[in-house]
């Protein structure tokens, strides 16, 4: 799959569920309305969706949301999954993951061919922690990272920078991922979705923030890329990668390669746009799979060239409607 911009769209980002066991006070409100069941993709769609975009070029496929865990009986659609990296058509199978239930599972996926996770994690202060998530229980995430790690998971810790709530952790953070060899990755937060509080409270720029560790930590810049919007560097006194994702200091688009699925099978070509193509109904339809291949197709010709993110001061909403949780981080 080729975009108008000469783009190989080769991973997808699919949304299970927009429900979480967290509140986090950046992505959610404390009361959500979630979806009705009719309207959420059961996992059998859910697997042939995938499929066909794997059929289609995607060779990396990360299951998010929501928090993916809580979504019941998830370890049937990985296990479904896993048969087309068995075929050498799927690279990698990964997931973005809260942390909460990974005690539960994390020797399940690495059976079923999860190789490397994502986690996020915002603090290493349990008052802060609960405070942040509303409802997360740090302990629990601590021991889900352990045993992720003691399954052979390879993981990534992602930590939205929050001006005034935990800037003040960062070097503990880097500290904590080089003592068990995590990469660590800083988010600048976007403005996704009602949430209760000012989001422009919240916003650190991270150029500010990188400039501040520089004065402390050695800061090699890295080649590395993963065709995404982050930029890393090489973290000398630890040896571990240090990624920034900043969508509103830094123009990320030329080299994206990825769109989104919702777990209602919207299609959402850009995280920053609202431009989007419904693929349930002609999911619904039948067992036209050249039908979807088609609609995808077309879906694609539309990706946009870029995003307009802005933090709207005067306004103070959204430059996207949509909580993080319905197109998955
Ligand atoms: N529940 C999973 C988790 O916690 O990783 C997956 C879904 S969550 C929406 C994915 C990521 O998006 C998390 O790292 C979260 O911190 C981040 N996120 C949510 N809302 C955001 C926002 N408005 N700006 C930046 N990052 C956000």
Same mark, same amino acid.
């Given at each position: 799959m080729r &975009?108008? +911009?000469g783009r &190989? !769209?080769?991973y997808l980002r699919v949304s299970v569920t927009d429900r979480c066991d +967290? /509140? $986090?006070v950046y992505c959610m409100a404390e009361h959500m309305t979630f979806l009705p069941k009719a309207e959420v993709l059961s996992l059998e769609e859910l697997d042939r969706l995938c499929s066909r975009f794997i059929a289609k070029g995607v060779a990396k496929l990360r299951l998010t949301g929501g928090e993916p865990l809580v979504r019941r009986d998830i370890l049937w659609l990985f296990a479904r999954l896993a048969r087309h990296l068995e075929s050498g058509a799927l690279e990698e199978l990964t997931l973005t993951t809260n942390g909460s239930q990974l005690g539960r599972f994390a020797t399940d996926l690495v059976a079923l061919g999860v190789k490397r996770i994502n986690v996020s994690l915002d603090t290493l202060n349990p *008052? /802060? +922690?609960r405070a942040l998530? /509303?409802?997360g229980d740090l302990n629990k995430v601590l021991a889900g990272v352990g045993a992720a790690q003691?399954? *052979?998971l390879k993981i990534k810790i992602n930590t939205v920078a929050l001006k005034g709530v935990n800037e003040d952790e960062f070097d503990d953070l880097i500290r904590w991922c080089g003592a068990h060899g995590f990469d660590w990755t800083l988010i600048e937060t976007m403005p996704l979705g &009602? !949430? &209760?509080g000012d989001r422009t409270e919240q916003y650190l720029p991270l150029s500010l923030v990188r400039a501040d560790l520089a004065k402390r930590w050695t800061l090699v810049d890295s080649d590395y890329r993963s065709g995404g919007p982050a930029r890393y560097a090489t973290i000398g006194e630890t040896g571990q990668r240090l990624g920034f994702i900043t969508p509103l200091t830094h123009n990320f688009c030329e080299s994206c390669n990825r769109v989104r699925l %919702? $777990? %209602? *099978?919207t299609l959402y070509m850009c995280l920053g746009q609202e431009d989007a193509a419904d693929l349930r109904t002609l999911l619904r339809a039948g067992d036209d799979d050249a039908a979807l291949d088609a609609a995808i197709d077309e879906a694609i010709g539309r990706k946009p060239k870029g995003h307009d993110f802005i933090i709207d001061r005067r306004h103070n909403r959204p430059a996207v409607s949509r909580h993080m949780s319905v197109t998955g981080g």
């Amino acid at each position: 799959m080729r &975009d108008p +911009f000469g783009r &190989d !769209i080769t991973y997808l980002r699919v949304s299970v569920t927009d429900r979480c066991d +967290f /509140r $986090c006070v950046y992505c959610m409100a404390e009361h959500m309305t979630f979806l009705p069941k009719a309207e959420v993709l059961s996992l059998e769609e859910l697997d042939r969706l995938c499929s066909r975009f794997i059929a289609k070029g995607v060779a990396k496929l990360r299951l998010t949301g929501g928090e993916p865990l809580v979504r019941r009986d998830i370890l049937w659609l990985f296990a479904r999954l896993a048969r087309h990296l068995e075929s050498g058509a799927l690279e990698e199978l990964t997931l973005t993951t809260n942390g909460s239930q990974l005690g539960r599972f994390a020797t399940d996926l690495v059976a079923l061919g999860v190789k490397r996770i994502n986690v996020s994690l915002d603090t290493l202060n349990p *008052g /802060r +922690f609960r405070a942040l998530t /509303r409802w997360g229980d740090l302990n629990k995430v601590l021991a889900g990272v352990g045993a992720a790690q003691k399954a *052979g998971l390879k993981i990534k810790i992602n930590t939205v920078a929050l001006k005034g709530v935990n800037e003040d952790e960062f070097d503990d953070l880097i500290r904590w991922c080089g003592a068990h060899g995590f990469d660590w990755t800083l988010i600048e937060t976007m403005p996704l979705g &009602d !949430i &209760d509080g000012d989001r422009t409270e919240q916003y650190l720029p991270l150029s500010l923030v990188r400039a501040d560790l520089a004065k402390r930590w050695t800061l090699v810049d890295s080649d590395y890329r993963s065709g995404g919007p982050a930029r890393y560097a090489t973290i000398g006194e630890t040896g571990q990668r240090l990624g920034f994702i900043t969508p509103l200091t830094h123009n990320f688009c030329e080299s994206c390669n990825r769109v989104r699925l %919702t $777990c %209602t *099978g919207t299609l959402y070509m850009c995280l920053g746009q609202e431009d989007a193509a419904d693929l349930r109904t002609l999911l619904r339809a039948g067992d036209d799979d050249a039908a979807l291949d088609a609609a995808i197709d077309e879906a694609i010709g539309r990706k946009p060239k870029g995003h307009d993110f802005i933090i709207d001061r005067r306004h103070n909403r959204p430059a996207v409607s949509r909580h993080m949780s319905v197109t998955g981080g």
